[in-house]
């Protein structure tokens, strides 16, 4: 037979005093759910008693210019303080919080920190790492779909790419709606096999940080009527009486190109005729 667990319960001056709980007057379905519901009872009550307390404390801290940072930790923690002393048990004081120890991929804080003062420490070593190699291509890698390959080492050769946004025309812009943004031949240029799925491509890759959306137009303005001839763009202009396009363009950041060049083989690759530029 089990032994009596000892349980506080309230008295009639506010404070908790231990008594002995036995755990034979529970038993059965009904016994646990009595002692459930007696539970939820107490912390439920410590807790609102200390909301009214708890607000007016942090009024009088806001005011008293303490950071806030320390003002919401506080808080948290007298709110943890209740909740464990409702369920019977003896917790620390909000004054001592409780010190968690975070993991990250098995590692301990210590051990993560010993690892960012050693990569500190390697600056101004020249053999640390190769100098065209960044730690991340491994994992960027694994992120992308091969179409979405294609389109970067397209863009690493052919450049700055037209995109267009089709909007509702009116005087002096007043009032333009968006109808679609961001129409494209990227995918098409690169060989992709579902070049219609190219927003989420883009999309991708610009989480990625390996291209980015610029409101500039690429050199030669003539490249916009192809992308304005397509399907997608004429259906798009068809869903107002008058429209406008905006011209704005597509282009590879630096990092991208950098990932580009270390991670694929671009000897003896021409971007579909699309390198030189002739348009």
């Known amino acids: 037979m089990s032994e009596p667990v000892p349980a506080p319960v309230p008295s009639s001056n506010g404070h908790r005093l231990p008594v ?8 059965g379905a009904t016994g646990l759910v009595r002692f459930a519901v007696g539970t939820s009872w107490r912390v439920s009550t410590g807790v609102l ?14 005011v008293a210019g303490e950071p806030i940072t320390e003002i919401v930790d506080r808080q948290i923690e007298t709110v943890r ?40 420490r390697q600056v101004g070593d020249p053999h640390a790492r190769p100098h065209n190699e960044h730690p991340a291509f491994t994992r960027i890698l694994r992120e992308l779909m091969p179409d979405e390959a294609r389109i970067l080492r397209f863009m690493a050769l052919a450049g ?34 579902y070049p219609e799925r190219y927003q989420e491509y883009l999309a991708n890759l610009d ?21 304005e001839a ?24 630096q990092f991208g190109l950098q990932f580009c060049h270390v991670c694929f083989t671009l000897d003896g690759y021409n971007a579909g005729g699309w390198v030189k530029d002739v348009r």
């Open 81 to 120: 303080f209740r909740v464990v002393r409702g369920l019977g048990l003896q917790p620390q004081h909000p004054q001592h919080p409780l010190v968690v120890r975070v993991h990250h991929d098995g590692q301990s804080l210590a051990e993560l920190r010993e690892q960012g003062d050693e990569l500190l």
């Open 20 to 27: 002995r709980l036995d755990l034979r007057s529970y038993s």
């Open 160 to 193: 700055p790419q037209p995109a267009i946004d089709v909007r509702t025309k009116t005087p002096l812009g007043v009032g333009s709606e968006l109808i679609a943004s961001g129409i494209n031949l990227v995918a098409e240029m690169a060989g992709c096999t």
């Open 49 to 62: 008693k200390g909301a009214v307390a708890a607000s007016t404390g942090l009024v009088r801290d806001v």
């Open 207 to 227: 989480r990625l940080g390996m291209i980015f959306f610029s409101a500039e137009q690429v050199e030669d303005p003539r490249r916009y009527s192809f992308v």
């Open 230 to 253: 397509q399907p997608v763009a004429a259906a798009a202009m068809a869903r107002a009486k008058r429209t406008v396009t905006v011209y704005r363009s597509i282009q590879i950041t």
